[in-house]
Each structure stands twice: as structure tokens, then as C-alpha cells.
């Protein structure tokens, strides 16, 4: 089992900065992708960023440009870096690991941590 831990979350101004942290723990054998979704109130729960292992990011589009993912392997942590913030970030942040195993993966997901950006 793979447990997940967010922490980071907060209130910020818009055009501010914050920055969330991820950590994969447990019995972790295989390959990690990991990343960062965020649920709108109202709203499905979309992509943010995603980092493999080696490095590789995927952005969504909305966020390219001011957020930045990042990795420790040495960790299982990811990080994500928040720039010139706008109040359409408001959400709830959840960490996602993917475990990859020949052709099978596991999900595991994190709490979420709560982002709140006042205009």
C-alpha cells in the first residue's frame, strides 16, 4: 500500500505565490508518475501537472507558464510551484501517485490540500 501526504495549501493573494509538497511512502515497487490535480467547487476534478521519473512534465494548458512541478526521487516528493496566482486556482489540490508495474497501474490519491486565492 502507497500512502500519499499533501501539505502547502493556504490563502494567497492573486499574483502571489505558494508552493505545495507531495510525498509517496509505503511499498512502493515499481515506477512512479506522480501529479497534481485540483477540484473547483462546482467543478470536476482536472489535471494540473504530472512528472515522471525521468523528468518528463505535462501541463494543462491554463497553468502553463506559471506553475512549475518538480521532483525528488530520492523522496517520492513532488512539488508544486504556484506563480502569479489568480483567483480561478481556488481549489483543492490533490496529489496523485501512479504506481507502474510491467502493464498494470495503481492510483493512489492524497487527501487534497485546500489553495484559496482572493482577488
Known amino acids: 500500500q502507497v500512502q500519499v501526504v499533501e501539505s502547502g495549501g493556504g490563502s494567497v493573494q492573486g499574483g502571489g505565490s505558494l508552493r505545495l509538497s507531495c510525498t509517496a511512502s509505503?511499498?512502493?515497487?515499481?515506477?512512479?508518475?506522480m501529479g497534481w490535480h485540483r477540484q473547483a467547487p462546482g467543478k470536476q476534478r482536472e489535471l494540473v501537472a504530472t512528472?515522471?521519473?525521468?523528468?518528463?512534465?505535462n501541463y494543462a494548458d491554463s497553468v502553463k507558464g506559471r506553475f512549475t512541478i518538480s521532483r525528488d526521487n530520492a523522496k517520492n516528493t513532488i512539488y508544486l510551484q504556484m506563480n502569479s496566482v489568480k483567483p480561478e486556482d481556488t481549489a483543492i489540490y490533490y496529489c496523485?501517485?501512479?504506481?507502474?508495474?510491467?502493464?498494470?497501474?495503481?492510483?493512489?490519491w492524497g487527501q487534497g490540500t485546500q489553495v484559496t486565492v482572493s482577488s
Open positions: 512528472i515522471t521519473s525521468g523528468g518528463d512534465t
Open positions: 496523485n501517485a501512479q504506481e507502474i508495474r510491467r502493464t498494470l497501474r495503481w492510483d493512489y
Open positions: 509505503g511499498s512502493i515497487s515499481g515506477t512512479l508518475v
